[in-house]
């Protein structure tokens, strides 16, 4: 399933492109006992912009609770969710200054 939303680029001839990204979704038969199936949807998030990121969280949500309307669901890949605590101080703040340029 494609995802919407990406960061676009600009590149030297004029033209632009968008970094595409998609879910896989497939339905795993279980142990009996745990269920007749279960959903997993894999997926890679965008990797530079929190907005765009967000678009493709809200976007896949929506599209897991179609797909897997009626099975509990798991949702894996590299969401690219990160936060302070993962950077050191001074790359923190070199992170802040790239971000202010935008």
Same mark, same amino acid.
């Given at each position: =399933? !494609?995802?919407?939303?990406?960061?676009?680029?600009?590149?030297?001839? %004029?033209?632009?492109?968008?970094?595409?990204? %998609?879910?896989? #979704?497939?339905?795993?038969?279980?142990?009996?006992?745990? %269920?007749?199936?279960?959903? =997993? $949807? =894999?997926? !890679?998030?965008?990797?530079? #912009?929190?907005?765009?990121? +967000?678009?493709?969280?809200? !976007?896949?949500?929506?599209?897991?609770?179609?797909?897997?309307?009626?099975?509990?669901? +798991?949702?894996? %890949?590299? +969401?690219? $969710?990160?936060?302070?605590?993962?950077?050191?101080?001074?790359?923190?703040?070199?992170?802040?200054?790239? !971000?202010?340029?935008?």
């Amino acid at each position: =399933v !494609h995802v919407e939303g990406g960061t676009i680029f600009n590149l030297p001839d %004029g033209s632009s492109k968008r970094i595409s990204r %998609g879910i896989l #979704c497939v339905r795993i038969k279980v142990p009996p006992e745990l %269920g007749p199936e279960l959903g =997993v $949807a =894999v997926t !890679h998030l965008d990797h530079i #912009c929190d907005e765009q990121r +967000l678009v493709q969280a809200n !976007h896949i949500i929506e599209q897991l609770a179609t797909v897997f309307s009626d099975l509990p669901h +798991l949702l894996v %890949g590299d +969401l690219n $969710a990160t936060g302070r605590d993962d950077y050191t101080e001074a790359q923190w703040t070199t992170l802040q200054a790239k !971000h202010k340029e935008r």
